[in-house]
């Protein structure tokens, strides 16, 4: 399942229900479930990864807009030769180095 919190003090949602809210830097909040829906912005393909990742290159990296009005980054399991914006997606699962993947709906 893909979380998000919900700040306490602003009420604004990000992802990361561990960390601070990238708003307003406060430590309080909630960890609310996210629909795990998602459209595609833009994506690219890394070719030339940075060292820890670069035995996975090629490999997608995907722009989703959430309809809980969140934008994240997330690797795509697709061929992006398939790929078009506003395509829908859907939450794949998260990696714990990784963080977010997700697959074509
Ligand atoms: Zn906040």
New binding site residues.
């Given amino acids: 399942m893909l979380q998000g919190r919900r ?1 306490a ?4 949602l990000s992802l990361d229900a561990g960390r601070p ?1 990238p ?4 430590q309080g ?1 909630s960890a609310v479930a996210l629909s795990g829906r998602g459209r595609l912005v833009s994506w690219t393909v890394i070719r030339v990864a940075p060292g820890r990742y670069a035995a996975e290159a090629p490999y997608t990296v995907g722009l989703l807009e959430l309809p809980e009005g969140l934008r994240l980054t997330a690797r795509l399991e697709a061929d992006p030769e398939q790929l078009s914006a506003g395509q829908a997606l859907t939450f794949a699962s998260l990696d714990p180095a990784r963080g977010p993947i997700f697959r074509p709906a």
């Fill in positions: 700040c003090e602003c009420d604004k809210c708003f307003c830097g406060s909040g």
